[in-house]
């Protein structure tokens, strides 16, 4: 499968799967808007071309959200592997969460592996992160009060510090949407 096939079933899988979700933020908007402005940043902001990646990044969310049971966890990572190979896999596997655990362990994993991960792995989390950030800054979830919001910033920030040298462009992408985000909540740095 040729990098712009494989990249278009990626965004099929991942609408098919998003199909009833919507974001948290003030404005209900559809769940599949997310992942494709990731892939959307890290094409058209962050320099990145790598078809393996923007697959990964379309269906980064899919087998964290998406399934109920552990049967329909495994037939989904089946499919995955089958129709999208070995290495879009296990880039998209590197950034799941493990539903399973607690989301306060969930969110110290994230902070503790964010160094071991793959390149492919580390951008595609960097331009999750720095998306996440631009979305709460401009359509924060309704019932988040400042004080969650500021942990969210502050937690994404460490997870970041873990993914940083893999590419400057994304790097500075999540620094300014930080940024921004702080001076709109919190009047400065």
């Known amino acids: ?67 109920r049971t552990k049967k329909e966890k495994k037939e989904l990572i089946k499919y995955i592997r089958e129709t999208f190979g070995d290495e879009v896999l296990a880039v998209t596997l590197e950034v799941t969460d493990d539903r399973s655990l607690s989301k306060k362990e969930r969110k110290r994993l994230q902070v503790v592996h964010a160094p071991l991960l793959s ?7 960097l331009a999750d992160k720095a998306m996440n950030v631009r979305d709460i800054t401009g359509h ?34 999540f620094d300014e949407s930080l940024e921004t985000g702080r001076v709109k909540y919190f009047g400065k740095l």
């Open 119 to 125: 390149e492919k792995a580390k951008k595609l989390k």
């Open 140 to 173: 924060p979830p309704v019932v988040w009060p400042l004080k969650r919001i500021k942990k969210y910033f502050d937690w994404s920030e460490k997870v970041v510090a873990g993914l940083r040298g893999v590419n400057k462009e994304l790097e500075d992408i």
């Open 1 to 67: 499968m040729d990098g712009i096939s494989l990249i278009l079933n990626a965004l099929e899988l991942a609408a098919v799967r998003h199909r009833t979700q919507f974001r948290k933020g003030d404005i209900s908007t559809p769940y599949i808007n997310h992942p494709i402005q990731v892939a959307n940043l890290l094409v058209n902001e962050a320099n990145e071309k790598d078809p393996v990646l923007i697959s990964a990044a379309l269906l980064h969310d899919v087998i964290e959200d998406t399934v």
